[in-house]
């Protein structure tokens, strides 16, 4: 075991992972000599050279492209888009091409290619360097998307992610890149991509987060236990994976609890919460005590650094949810 960051844990898979297997190729800008911006790739481009950690130029839709064709031609190509603001020039790419090239061939060709991205606010970021965008993307028929909250999470999952036959997006929230370690093992694993893990098991509310809100969501599950009130047994379910979304254990979950809360950063409407809200009352309209709530960020652009902890779902907000749920 290793007591890595969530930073070092996703450099552990990708070394482990080129080594395995000399198909897994690294592209993106700045991922080479100076290891990337937040040195996810430090070492590698000394380690594997810069034929496999390839510096690109400032191309979004030129990384993907090339990316699309490598995986095309039988390589597993690993690009990183340096924030997530700037997916929206790979849209095309990821989304008319990658997404439906299976089915756009009938079979012949997939693409499996692990796109790299650090996403989520709460680093003082400027504009286009915190948002949240996972529910345009799980919408995209024909991409798998990840979020881990964990070093030990992300490690089994990007290895998942990496051997896929088809597209995956893996965001990684930079929040929480340095922000604790855990224990990883240093020899290979996978986690499963489309298993929720329970962080927490509870009786009177489920919360269900994904990122760096789950913990958020920990803290506010700390407090409420600490004060010995209503709602104090709450589980928390962390999806890992937004697509595919494991709703046989949310349901399982709130058949249980009859009382929900879902956690998220990306803005209330149309986030990816709206979806779940919808597959509870679908499945477990007659279980629920009160109606599902939504702790999120706002519909409003992501503010700068002084107003930015007031649009992210942190404790205060998910603690009061918690009171308003268990007293409805």
Known sequence: MANLTLVQAINLALIQEMEADDRV??????????????????????RFGPERVVDTPLAESGII???????????????????????????????THAARMRTRTRGAFSVPMTIRVPVGGGIHAPEL?????????A?????????PSSPYD?????????????????????????????EVPEDEYTIPIGQARVVTEGDDITMISW???????????????????????????????????????????????????VVHEAP????????????????????????????????TIMPYYKLELDYLPEEPRISEAIEQLAAF
């Open 211 to 261: 990122g760096a809100p789950v913990i958020q969501c920990m803290q506010a599950i700390e407090k409420a236990s600490a004060s010995g009130g209503a709602g104090k047994s709450i589980e928390l379910i962390d999806l890992r994976t937004i697509k595919p979304l494991d709703i046989a254990t949310i349901i399982t979950s709130v058949k249980k609890t009859g009382r929900v809360i």
């Open 268 to 299: 209330k409407t149309a986030g990816f919460g709206a979806e779940i809200a919808t597959e509870i009352m679908e499945h477990c309209f007659l279980y629920l005590e009160a109606p599902p709530q939504r702790v999120t960020g706002f519909d």
């Open 25 to 46: 190729i690294l592209l993106g800008e700045d991922i080479g000599k100076n290891g990337g911006v937040f040195r996810v790739t430090e070492g590698l481009w000394q």
């Open 154 to 182: 992300a490690k089994g999952l990007l290895i998942s992610a990496i051997r896929d036959p088809d597209p995956v997006i893996f965001f990684e929230p930079k929040r929480i890149y340095r922000a604790f370690r855990e």
């Open 65 to 95: 492209g090339t990316a699309i064709g490598l995986a095309m031609a039988g390589l597993r190509p690993v690009p990183e888009i340096q924030f997530e603001g700037f997916l929206g020039p790979a849209y095309d790419q990821i989304c």
């Open 129 to 137: 360097h915190s948002d949240s965008p996972e529910a345009i993307y």
């Open 139 to 147: 919408h995209t028929p024909g991409l798998k998307v990840v979020m």
